[in-house]
């Protein structure tokens, strides 16, 4: 049984920054490409950004560009997202999501994904 469990979020300051992190089990991890999504109340889940399976590819919404990265660590079955420069509007449940995708590179389309985490709140204030 696929399990993704996200960890990391908290409140913090604008301007600061947080590292979220996904631990998948019950899959053979380099094989999913990895994403990170986001919802507020009453909008609906955004992307976030992406990465491949071998960790070669990755994609970012405009949002974030320049501010976060992912990245993953093949041999804890982990997934990251370091936040930095953090704005009110970054603040949402961030959810990770796989797919099965052997090779490098990710989409960014949620409806790829069919493994999800429960879940971690990120709240930044102002």
């Known amino acids: 049984q696929v399990r993704l469990m996200e960890s990391g979020g908290g409140l913090v300051q604008a301007g600061g920054s947080l590292r979220l992190s996904c631990s998948a089990s019950?899959?053979?991890?380099?094989?999913?490409?990895m994403g990170w999504f986001r919802q507020t109340p009453g909008k609906e889940r955004e992307e976030v950004g992406c990465?491949?399976?071998?960790?070669?590819?990755?994609l970012y919404a405009d949002s974030v560009k320049g501010r976060f990265t992912i990245s993953r660590d093949n041999a804890k079955n982990t997934l990251y997202l370091e936040m930095n420069s953090l704005k009110p509007d970054d603040t949402a449940m961030y959810y990770c999501?796989?797919?099965?995708?052997?090779?490098?590179?990710?989409?960014?389309?949620?409806?790829?994904?069919?493994?999800w985490g429960q879940g971690t709140q990120v709240t930044v204030s102002s």
């Open positions: 999501a796989a797919y099965y995708s052997p090779g490098d590179f990710c989409v960014s389309r949620q409806t790829a994904y069919n493994k």
């Open positions: 019950g899959l053979t991890f380099d094989d999913y490409a």
């Open positions: 990465i491949g399976g071998t960790a070669y590819g990755k």
